[in-house]
């Protein structure tokens, strides 16, 4: 399946794995890669400019295929090296860059020179207006569903990816929500050019997650619900660092699941095996081209 995705970034399938703190490792990003998708291996997750370098150079021992790398511009207890990252992201040679939180625009210019793709990650039509008109190659919209930062527009997707098809020039993808063919060929209806999926690769062989996370998704319905919540209004960063600062590693590396928050989204609904990174594309473009030629092409004759 060729798209203005597929042909932008060098892959064969129309698929993207979203930078995933303390989950995107190169074990992952070369799965999804060596599959035919984009993998993305998530720069903030190495502790410094030179670990995302052997990172990088780990995941090239991996797969010779595209690589992406994940930035992350989120307000941190430290600002980390930016600079530094982005210049392991150009000397490892990485064509593609997700970035994410906050807007590029002063990393673009070098990013561009060294001939990087910059997609950028928008949980709104105004927002992803804002990074076309800086000079992003694209965008993955992040409707509401998503795992993660959702944003505060609280848009779902079935109205977000229609709105970025009316407004965008530059190519987009639909990320949250994203699990199997289905989804894939409803992105590629609403106007999107692939999918980007976070939870759905958690729940994968490669994943170098703890077995209790993977589970966890498993075992979790539709119906999960956050903490924050609880607390509502009331909610401090005070209130809840216990929660959240630093418990990454421990939940996703040593499986305990109590520690404190840690992110899938709504979409574990609709998982219920753990395949390999090379079954699970291929199977959603098997269901997607079934959909396509047989259930469509039947309603539309
Ligand atoms: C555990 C986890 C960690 C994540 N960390 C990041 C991150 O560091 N940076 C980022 O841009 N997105 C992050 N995301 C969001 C994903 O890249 C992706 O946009 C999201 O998972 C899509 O929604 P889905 O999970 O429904 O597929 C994370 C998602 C998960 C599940």
Not at 12 to 15: S, T
Not at 152 to 155: K, L, T, Y
């Given at each position: 399946m060729k798209t203005k995705i597929t042909e932008m970034f060098g892959i064969?399938?129309?698929?993207i794995q979203g930078g995933m703190h303390f989950v995107g490792f190169a074990e992952l990003a070369a799965a999804v890669s060596e599959a035919g998708g984009l993998g993305i291996i998530t720069?903030?997750?190495?502790?410094s400019p030179a670990d995302l370098a052997n990172e990088i150079a780990r995941c090239r021992t991996l797969t010779a295929k595209p690589i992406g790398v994940n930035l992350t511009f989120l307000p941190t207890v430290t600002t980390p090296d930016y600079p530094g990252y982005i210049r392991a992201i150009i000397d490892g040679e990485v064509k593609v860059v997700e970035t994410a939180g906050n807007n590029p625009q002063q990393w673009l210019p070098m990013l561009h020179e060294a001939g990087i793709k910059v997609i950028h990650k928008c949980t709104s039509v105004r927002h992803a207006l804002k990074a076309q008109s800086i000079g992003?190659?694209?965008?993955?919209?992040?409707?509401?569903?998503?795992?993660g930062h959702p944003g505060?527009?609280?848009?779902p997707n079935f109205i977000l990816l229609p709105r970025a098809a009316d407004e965008l020039k530059i190519p987009f993808v639909a990320s949250g929500g994203m699990a199997d063919g289905r989804s894939l060929v409803a992105a590629l209806a609403l106007g999107a050019e692939g999918i980007n999926m976070g939870t759905r690769f958690m729940a994968?062989?490669?994943?170098?997650?703890h077995d209790n996370v993977k589970q966890a998704i498993l075992d979790a319905s539709e119906r999960v619900v956050a903490k924050e919540k609880e607390l509502g209004s009331k909610i401090t960063f005070a209130g809840i660092a216990e929660d959240v600062v630093g418990v990454y590693p421990k939940i996703?590396?040593?499986?305990?699941?109590?520690l404190g928050a840690w992110s899938c989204g709504l979409v574990a609904g609709l998982i219920h095996d753990i395949p390999s990174c090379k079954e699970l594309i291929d199977r959603i473009m098997r269901e997607a081209d079934t959909i396509i030629r047989d259930r469509l092409a039947r309603l539309a004759g």
């Open positions: 064969e399938h129309p698929i720069g903030l997750t190495q502790r992003c190659d694209a965008i993955s919209v992040d409707g509401f569903e998503c795992a505060e527009d609280d848009i994968t062989k490669e994943a170098p997650i996703m590396l040593e499986g305990q699941m109590e």
